[in-house]
């Protein structure tokens, strides 16, 4: 199946600081790149969609301005979380999928952000 | 809303036996359906993906099936094995009104099987 990567896989920032994850297709041209957040013993929540070239699509309850979504590239999506505070640690999962509507979600390792 | 259901939360079963995982979910106008497996701080990896026209897939040990009318689906996992020990997920993929899918999570059935 198709690969998808991030990077860093772990991260720890101090309070206040602004971190940055990045999700990349590695075969495959990523036309939509999904961004999740897993809380401990908890499921995966949807934070935003990106289409390539166009601004992310943000769920209800998720600050846009804090959670900076770039997907300037096919291969590339960017999360950046600004400002970060302890309860933004979480693990941070992104997908990718082709153009075509029918095309597999697959996702990445996903990264594990602590905030201190 | 479209909101995924999974029981049961938890599930122990000893090595050898049969089991069904089972995930709900509302609005039948589903596109697809996905099964994960996510091992402990780790991400995820997908078992089967069934779209909204199929009935059920299988790869191995795995089947799963799909009811949209009811909106059910079930995993079916055969002769379990302790490495079958991890969190499966149900991922439900929506069309909406605008142009971007929405996937929705179920909250996981957390398996462990005994030796």
């Known amino acids: 199946g198709a690969v998808v990567s991030q990077h860093p896989s772990w991260v720890i920032c101090k309070s206040g600081t602004s971190v940055k994850i990045e999700c990349r297709s590695l075969?495959?041209?990523?036309?939509?790149m999904f961004w999740y957040r897993q809380f401990p013993k908890q499921s995966l929540m949807l934070m935003a969609t990106?289409?390539?070239?166009?601004?992310?699509?943000?769920e209800q309850g998720v600050e846009k301005d804090k959670f900076l979504i770039n997907h300037a590239s096919l291969t590339l999506s960017t999360l950046t979380v600004t400002s970060a505070h302890p309860e933004d640690s979480s693990f941070y999962i992104c997908?990718?999928?082709?153009?075509?509507?029918?095309?597999?979600?697959?996702f990445g390792p996903g990264t594990r952000l602590t905030v201190t | 809303k479209q909101e995924v259901t999974q029981i049961p939360a938890a599930l122990s079963v000893p090595e050898g036996e049969n089991l069904v995982l089972n995930c709900s979910f509302t609005?039948?106008?589903?596109?697809?359906l996905q099964w994960f497996r996510q091992d402990p701080g780790k991400g995820l990896t997908s078992l089967l993906l069934?779209?909204?026209?199929?009935r059920e897939q299988t790869s191995g040990r795995l089947n799963a099936s799909l009811d949209k009318s009811s909106g059910r689906s079930t995993l079916y996992i055969a002769a379990s094995q302790p490495g079958d020990s991890a969190t499966y997920l149900c991922?439900?993929?929506?069309?909406?009104?605008?142009?971007?899918?929405?996937?929705?999570f179920g909250p996981g059935t957390s398996l462990s099987v005994i030796p």
């Open positions: 075969d495959f041209q990523a036309t939509t």
């Open positions: 990106s289409n390539e070239g166009s601004k992310a699509t943000y």
């Open positions: 069934i779209q909204s026209s199929q």
């Open positions: 997908s990718a999928r082709g153009w075509r509507e029918d095309y597999e979600q697959y």
């Open positions: 609005d039948s106008a589903i596109y697809n």
């Open positions: 991922a439900v993929r929506w069309r909406m009104k605008t142009s971007y899918d929405k996937v929705i």
